[in-house]
């Protein structure tokens, strides 16, 4: 009787040895979440010397919009001095921090939006590869006048993302290729 409950508790003990830990929704989240570094801010460059693109914040109402003003009569011999494009303090919330060697060129980064994670679409086995495959979607949140700059983004667009996990002596890692 006591070898029988040995024996019984060395199987157990052995079965669950040998269990795989399935990678849960929540523990992948988590992972994703913190290893992606999401709400990620997407910015864009705005070229403050450059007489286009001065053209463009003024066709697409940015001017209007009381967010720049654009020097229309800037002279030649100023541009050192002067830019065509100047934030107003309306735009201050949008600007992201430049470099001062971007600054001496004349170059701000703007917010545009943040794209968060939203949702786990599907998570599947790839045994072939030993990895575990996390489809999940991303969201554009915050969105920013500044927006309207970039044609091809959409807000209401999901964004379609994948994340590969392999399971280690840690537990569960995105997978470095």
Same mark, same amino acid.
């Given at each position: 009787?006591?070898?029988?409950?040995?024996?019984?508790?060395?199987?157990?003990?052995?079965?669950?040895?040998?269990?795989?830990?399935?990678?849960?929704?929540?523990?992948?989240?988590?992972?994703?979440?913190?290893?992606?570094?999401?709400?990620?801010?997407?910015?864009?460059?705005? &070229?403050?010397?450059?007489?286009?693109? $001065?053209?463009?914040? *003024?066709?697409?109402?940015? =001017? +209007? #919009?009381?967010?720049? %003003?654009?020097?229309?009569?800037?002279?030649?011999?100023?541009?050192?001095?002067?830019? &065509?494009?100047?934030?107003?303090?309306? $735009?201050?919330?949008? *600007?992201?921090?430049?470099? =001062? +060697? #971007?600054?001496?060129? %004349?170059?701000?980064?703007?917010?545009?939006?943040?794209?968060?994670?939203?949702?786990?679409?599907?998570?599947?086995?790839?045994?072939?590869?030993?990895?575990?495959?996390?489809?999940?979607?991303?969201?554009?949140?915050?969105?920013?006048?500044?927006?309207?700059?970039?044609?091809?983004?959409?807000?209401?667009?999901?964004?379609?993302?994948?994340?590969?996990?392999?399971?280690?002596?840690?537990?569960?890692?995105?997978?470095?290729?």
């Amino acid at each position: 009787m006591k070898r029988s409950i040995i024996i019984l508790m060395m199987t157990s003990v052995v079965c669950i040895s040998c269990e795989k830990e399935e990678l849960t929704k929540e523990k992948a989240i988590l992972i994703i979440r913190k290893s992606q570094g999401y709400p990620i801010a997407i910015s864009r460059e705005i &070229f403050c010397g450059d007489p286009e693109q $001065a053209r463009i914040l *003024l066709k697409a109402g940015f =001017e +209007k #919009d009381g967010l720049v %003003k654009i020097n229309k009569n800037l002279h030649y011999s100023e541009l050192g001095s002067k830019a &065509f494009i100047e934030f107003t303090p309306a $735009a201050v919330p949008f *600007l992201l921090p430049t470099s =001062e +060697k #971007d600054r001496k060129i %004349k170059v701000q980064n703007v917010k545009i939006a943040d794209e968060d994670f939203e949702k786990i679409e599907r998570i599947y086995a790839e045994p072939t590869l030993g990895i575990t495959v996390v489809e999940y979607s991303t969201a554009f949140n915050n969105v920013t006048p500044f927006f309207r700059l970039n044609k091809d983004l959409e807000v209401s667009r999901k964004n379609k993302r994948k994340a590969e996990f392999k399971l280690t002596d840690n537990g569960w890692e995105l997978a470095q290729w």
